[in-house]
């Protein structure tokens, strides 16, 4: 079993890329957002709780997120692997995948990192926002936004994952078939 956690900042191409390589690998895509949006459009305990959260403007616990991740892993038991796109998001999430992974004899193979330079993914994000619809791409103060909590939440699993050896950078710029082959030729070289 292969399992991938691809991360990034906004905008740097983690959901494109995504789709190739679960075709390629032959994955389970898991991503955070669409888990979250399954559980809050219905209504489940757990998108209930994460609701309470939301609706006062908080971040919702590692716990809660957790256990909509593993839910949906649970919904896929014959899955050659999985690429986790969105989680985890920060040091104890990582802590808490790596907690889960062994119990169905599994870990995370490798973290893949889609780098690239703050300037070019603002601009790629107020792009995507005019066809988008999200207000979270029409803002460049709530992009930055955005970038301060990775930088401060998520860039520590890099320091976590170099511990375990697992951790490798891919150069995000570029066409799309550049960057799917250097994530490919990450991955073929595992």
Same mark, same amino acid.
């Given at each position: 079993?292969?399992?991938?956690?691809? +991360?990034?900042?906004?905008?740097? =191409?983690?959901?494109?890329?995504?789709?190739?390589?679960?075709?390629?690998?032959?994955? /389970?895509?898991?991503? /955070? %957002?669409?888990?979250?949006? +399954?559980?809050?459009?219905?209504?489940? $305990?757990?998108?209930?709780?994460?609701?309470?959260?939301?609706?006062? %403007?908080?971040?919702?616990?590692? $716990?809660?997120?957790?256990?909509?991740?593993?839910? *949906?892993?649970?919904?896929?038991?014959?899955?050659?692997? +999985?690429?986790?796109?969105?989680?985890?998001?920060t040091l104890?999430?990582?802590?808490?995948?790596?907690?889960?992974?062994?119990t169905i %004899?599994?870990?995370? /193979?490798?973290?893949?990192a889609l *780098?690239?330079?703050? *300037?070019?993914?603002?601009?790629?994000?107020?792009?995507? %926002?005019?066809?988008?619809?999200?207000?979270?791409?029409?803002?460049?103060?709530?992009?930055?936004?955005?970038?301060?909590?990775?930088? *401060?939440?998520?860039?520590?699993?890099?320091?976590?994952?170099?511990?375990?050896?697992? +951790?490798?950078?891919?150069? =995000?710029?570029?066409?799309?078939?550049?960057? /799917?082959?250097?994530?490919?030729?990450?991955?073929?070289?595992?």
């Open positions: 079993m292969i399992n991938i956690v691809l +991360f990034g900042k906004p905008g740097a =191409g983690k959901g494109t890329q995504a789709e190739f390589l679960k075709e390629k690998y032959n994955l /389970t895509h898991l991503s /955070t %957002g669409d888990i979250f949006r +399954f559980n809050l459009k219905n209504d489940t $305990e757990l998108g209930k709780k994460a609701r309470v959260f939301m609706d006062n %403007g908080e971040l919702v616990p590692c $716990e809660v997120t957790t256990a909509m991740l593993i839910d *949906e892993v649970n919904k896929h038991p014959d899955s050659a692997g +999985f690429l986790f796109d969105g989680y985890p998001r104890d999430q990582a802590e808490a995948l790596d907690k889960f992974l062994p %004899g599994s870990s995370v /193979t490798a973290t893949i *780098e690239a330079d703050d *300037e070019i993914l603002v601009a790629r994000l107020l792009e995507r %926002g005019k066809t988008s619809g999200r207000p979270d791409d029409q803002d460049e103060e709530k992009i930055r936004v955005r970038y301060q909590e990775y930088n *401060e939440k998520t860039a520590p699993l890099i320091g976590y994952y170099k511990e375990q050896n697992k +951790f490798h950078a891919v150069n =995000g710029i570029g066409t799309i078939e550049e960057i /799917t082959e250097r994530l490919t030729s990450v991955i073929d070289n595992l």
